[in-house]
């Protein structure tokens, strides 16, 4: 199927890894045109490279962190400059912290907050002018199966990832009437770095190895495994073409059935 991606300029901001780099390389293998950005230079350099070299079509890039007051902006000026305009926006920056309740601080609180919430509203934010000069314009933000069936554990990012459903909600109403989709998509335990690091640490203070506690994870998901960041990437990459434009305000999870509500 065409998801009608040829010249359309797209902007995902956390792409030097994980989802966000396995929805920049779908992106550039439809025939989008695609910026890259996250915070590490080298990083963000390598997968812009990495993506030229498996598509031919190498992405621009840029160095950005969307957690600091004006580093939304900033990018977003990079964009300007670059295209003067913007068709889809994709922020899969986030992430949790595992903790009990009474161990997270205040600033534990807020950071998370800042890393998952904030830097949404402000890449949104951001992006808006551009967005309306735009064709069909759609946000994808990256939520997390946990806003629907909150994790043991991991309470912050239980609290700030709903926060996204209702953000996602709201912006979409705000902005359909200018043609403006907004919608999210919400991962189950996904096999990123973000995974393999909690895995190895987990596994340091048991004393078992990491695919140890990767299978015990697994075992918890009815289709018995975790998912790839291109199983995520596939539902990303499809809210974000002209093909979803009567979806707008959904959060879809895309989590090997993990979270079992009816909603
Ligand atoms: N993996 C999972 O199991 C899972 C489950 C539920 C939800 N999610 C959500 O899915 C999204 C993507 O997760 P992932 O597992 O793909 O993460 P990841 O592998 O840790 O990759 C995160 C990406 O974001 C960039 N980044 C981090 N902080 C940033 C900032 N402040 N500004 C700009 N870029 C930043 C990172 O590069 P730099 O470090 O160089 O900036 C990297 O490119 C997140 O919202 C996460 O909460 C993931």
């Given at each position: 199927m065409d998801l009608g991606f040829q010249g359309r300029r797209v902007l995902v901001v956390?792409?030097?890894?994980g989802i966000g780099f396995a929805t920049a390389e779908l992106l550039a293998q439809d025939g989008a045109e695609v910026m890259i950005a996250s915070r590490d230079p080298a990083g963000i350099a390598a997968a812009a490279e990495r993506i030229g070299a498996a598509t031919g079509r190498r992405p621009a890039h840029a160095v950005a962190?969307?957690?600091?007051?004006d580093g939304a902006d900033r990018l977003l000026a990079e964009v300007a400059s670059r295209?003067?305009?913007?068709d889809a926006l994709v922020d899969a920056v986030g992430g949790s912290i595992r903790s009990g309740?009474?161990?997270?601080s205040d600033a534990d609180w807020i950071g998370n907050y800042t890393f998952n919430v904030l830097s949404a509203v402000r890449v949104v934010r951001a992006s808006l002018p551009l967005l309306r000069k735009g064709r069909a314009p759609s946000v994808v933000l990256l939520g997390a199966a946990a806003s629907r069936m909150p994790y043991p554990n991991q309470v912050v990012s239980n609290v700030h990832k709903a926060g996204l459903l209702g953000l996602t909600k709201t912006l979409a109403g705000e902005y359909a009437a200018e043609g403006i989709r907004v919608n999210c998509v919400a991962p189950g335990r996904t096999l990123t770095r973000l995974w393999t690091d909690r895995a190895a640490k987990m596994a340091a203070e048991r004393n078992v190895t990491a695919e140890a506690v990767i299978a015990e994870f697994a075992h918890e998901i009815p289709l018995g495994r975790f998912g790839a960041p291109e199983e995520v990437a596939a539902m990303v990459v499809w809210l974000s073409?002209?093909?979803?434009?009567?979806?707008?305000g959904q959060t879809v999870n895309v989590d090997g059935g993990i979270a079992r509500g009816l909603l």
């Open positions: 956390g792409a030097s890894a962190d969307i957690t600091t007051e295209w003067g305009a913007l309740f009474e161990a997270l073409s002209p093909r979803a434009g009567y979806v707008t």
